[in-house]
């Protein structure tokens, strides 16, 4: 039998201006409306299930907030706004702000909702431009849409009023946006309670985090990230208050125990952080477990948790297993995550169909406890899988729907596999760790929050503000030094050094920056001191990394011989930046993928498609992995590259699949041709794809090993083009 725990992070950033009571951006509300209430609800249906729920408390105090409908944000207000009364500048934010969600998952579905994105028009107009091209009809069911497209599913297929409201398209009315914000409050105010009832009856565990999210290691000393690089530069003075993170964590398990009417058993420390110095924080405060990263563990033991080529560990039981952290008698227990297992869910399984990717999931638990068992002479492991709880959905079908009542499904009904909660995955563990490795969960390090030029500026006017603190007493009042406390807590979040630097970008990078030195200037403020300059100039100095898609720009037809046999065969194809895309989530692992560029082209017939490596790519794709052309539109069709080996050599074998049902059939599409050489290159008919001119064209490439997802590219979107026709070529040139 092998334990799965599961553990389910859910967590959003403090976006409230204590001073003005703003709600500065609005993803708690809308992620409330589809995943907080939705994921927790759905257990329902599987009572055999349990899992874990991890509730950050800087989250639940703005759900309160929002389900009391006391909280406000702009994007609020001019959703419910009279769409006839918005002002040109109000119209201008809606046109901007109101499409910020997947496009292939939310916006493209529903026609009106992607009718609007295409009307807003693009190519360098300004927000107020765009907006002025839409009419008053065209704003209202932005409003509308806006809200309907993060509506739980559930709510879809079974609430009237939804139904109604979905079948009617657009056209809509401020009756209709009234009864939409009924709905809104309904699923807000649904959210805590379901959570406490799915505690009460046994199947869920509700553990947490220090209060507002910070990173505890660095609150105890920000020299700490000098274990891992001892050359770092470092802020221009050093961060040590453990007191702090003593008080994150206490705070914490007085709201859970208010809210939930039981102190938290477990923690999740912030992004998984931990050290020496945070285990007695966490003992003291009578919690029982933590829980980290794989890499953590690899680096406390001193060794490599190293996967075959089937993707499983060489060690299972070393990292299946509960352990007791600490020493001198203060000790917690600790399960350490399978960063793979874990990612598969949160990065790979969204381009599967739900049974697919459950099935293949539940081969990689059953797989892993046999090897485990086979190990240790029959032994029982327990497989920690943690991940965010809310982002990933976005990208999947159904918001991921389909794929949890698969893998629950699968999950309570297989003999081989045992669901359970982090408390008691943990209550069996007996071999002690005297010490862990100071890191994360990402990379096994602190580099994200305290790594980049721009984390330094951050440090440094929290340390100045910390100090300034730290004197108030004697001259102001007890009240405005706890007031200014809360801002400085709140500062401390590791959400605001997230954003800093090039390693993870949004749309709303300058309202991060913005809201952490308002909080700091919150602190100053608040304690009728002169506020320091810099407060008032962005941190921001690094420029976001992109993965941009350069479209072709002229009519290709490459040699298909797996090499670059003329410079100019290539010449005119559009290409791909494959690196890792900036986001909200956070891939475990270096980031670094095999593929170096994507470039895909056409002629009047054919889709060309190339990779290049780091090497050649017949070195780089080895027998148990294969290359898939994933088309999006036309929906269901994908090309398979296959590497084989022919006479010694690597060589390209080729599958064009169709989807049937819930199963790929082998289609018989013989003009599709490949070679796999120092490149990878394809060639598809637009014939086979059943394309004609004007025909929209999405794709995406996508590596795998043992049939499990390593590399998507790109990341984010698919490439989309329309095929060509005999204009292209002199459009592209007077373009």
Not at 515 to 520: A, D, G, I, T, W
Not at 526 to 535: D, S
């Amino acid at each position: 039998m092998t334990r799965v725990a599961i553990l389910w992070h859910m967590h959003q950033p403090f976006y409230q201006d204590l001073l003005t009571g703003e709600h500065v951006l609005p993803w708690v509300r809308l992620h409330a409306l589809k995943d907080y209430w939705g994921m927790v609800a759905l257990l329902r249906e599987f009572p055999g299930v349990k899992v874990t729920f991890n509730l950050v408390p800087s989250l639940l105090v703005q759900l309160q907030a929002f389900a009391r409908d006391e909280a406000r944000d702009r994007h609020l207000e001019l959703s419910l706004k009279p769409a006839d009364a918005l002002t040109p500048e109000e119209r201008a934010f809606c046109v901007e702000h109101f499409f910020h969600a997947s496009r292939p998952r939310m916006i493209d579905p529903y026609p009106r909702y992607r009718e609007l994105l295409e009307r807003r028009g693009g190519g360098g107009l300004s927000a107020r431009v765009q907006a002025s091209q839409l009419s008053v009809e065209d704003l209202r069911d932005l409003q509308v849409w806006h809200k309907l497209a993060w509506i739980d599913p559930s709510y879809h297929e079974h609430d009237s009023r939804v139904g109604a409201l979905l079948a009617k398209g657009r056209g809509y009315t401020e009756v209709d946006k009234a009864v939409l914000h009924a709905v809104e409050l309904e699923l807000l105010q649904k959210v805590i309670p379901e959570y406490a009832a799915a505690a009460a009856r046994g199947q869920v565990e509700l553990s947490t985090s220090p209060f507002y999210h910070p990173i505890l290691p660095l609150l105890c000393d920000t020299d700490v990230h000098l274990r891992a690089h001892p050359q770092s530069r470092m802020p221009r003075d050093r961060f040590r208050y453990p007191q702090d993170a003593a008080e994150q964590i206490g705070r914490a398990v007085v709201l859970h125990r208010e809210l939930f009417g039981a102190e938290p058993q477990g923690l999740w420390p912030s992004e998984g952080s931990v050290s020496d110095a945070v285990v007695p924080l966490v003992a003291d405060a009578g919690l029982r477990w933590i829980a980290t990263d794989e890499e953590i563990l690899a680096r406390t033991l001193g060794v490599a948790l190293h996967r075959g080529g089937d993707g499983h560990l060489d060690q299972p039981e070393l990292l299946y297993r509960p352990y007791l952290v600490g020493g001198g008698g203060q000790r917690v227990a600790c399960g350490f995550r399978d960063h793979a297992l874990s990612d598969l869910i949160g990065f790979a399984y969204a381009s599967w169909s739900a049974e697919g990717a459950a099935d293949d999931f539940t081969y990689r638990l059953v797989a892993a406890g046999r090897r485990y068992a086979a190990r240790t002479g029959g032994g029982e492991a327990t497989v920690f899988v943690i991940l965010d709880g809310e982002n990933a959905w976005e990208h999947y079908a159904g918001q991921g729907r389909p794929f949890l009542r698969a893998l629950y499904g699968r999950l309570a009904a297989h003999p081989e596999l045992r669901t359970v909660t982090m408390a008691e995955a943990c209550a069996s563990a007996t071999e002690t760790l005297p010490s862990v490795f100071p890191g994360s969960w990402i990379n096994g390090d602190f580099y994200i929050w305290i790594g980049h030029p721009d984390d330094h500026r951050a440090w440094g006017q929290l340390v100045d503000a910390r100090r300034r603190l730290d004197s108030a007493a004697p001259s102001s009042s007890p009240e405005r030094v706890a007031r200014a406390r809360e801002e400085l807590l709140i500062a401390e979040g590791s959400d605001w050094f997230w954003w800093y630097g090039d390693d993870h970008s949004s749309d709303h990078d300058q309202e991060f920056d913005e809201l952490f030195r308002r909080h700091v200037r919150n602190i100053y403020r608040t304690l009728e001191r002169p506020i320091p300059e810099e407060l008032f100039v962005s941190n921001i100095t690094t420029a976001p990394r992109t993965v941009p898609v350069e479209a072709p720009i002229g009519f290709i037809e490459p040699t298909i011989d797996g090499h670059v046999t003329s410079y100019f065969e290539w010449v005119g194809a559009g290409s791909v930046d494959p690196a890792d895309a900036p986001g909200t989530m956070h891939r475990a692992g270096n980031g670094h993928g095999m593929v170096t560029l994507l470039e895909f082209g056409f002629s009047l017939a054919h889709l060309y498609v190339r990779l290049d490596g780091d090497r050649p790519m017949e070195a780089l794709l080895e027998p148990d992995m294969d290359v898939r052309i994933k088309f999006l539109n036309p929906p269901g069709l994908q090309v398979v590259v296959v590497p084989r080996t022919a006479d010694g050599k690597a060589a390209a074998r080729l599958e064009v699949r169709q989807a049937s049902g819930d199963r790929w059939q082998a289609r018989d599409c013989e003009t599709v041709s490949a070679a796999l050489g120092n490149i990878l290159e394809v060639r598809i008919p637009f014939s086979c794809l059943n394309a004609m001119p004007g025909t929209r064209i999405a794709f995406v490439v996508v590596v795998n090993r043992a049939g499990a997802e390593v590399e998507q590219h790109p990341r984010q979107a698919p490439v989309e083009f329309e095929v060509p026709d005999q204009s292209f070529a002199a459009r592209s040139w007077t373009a």
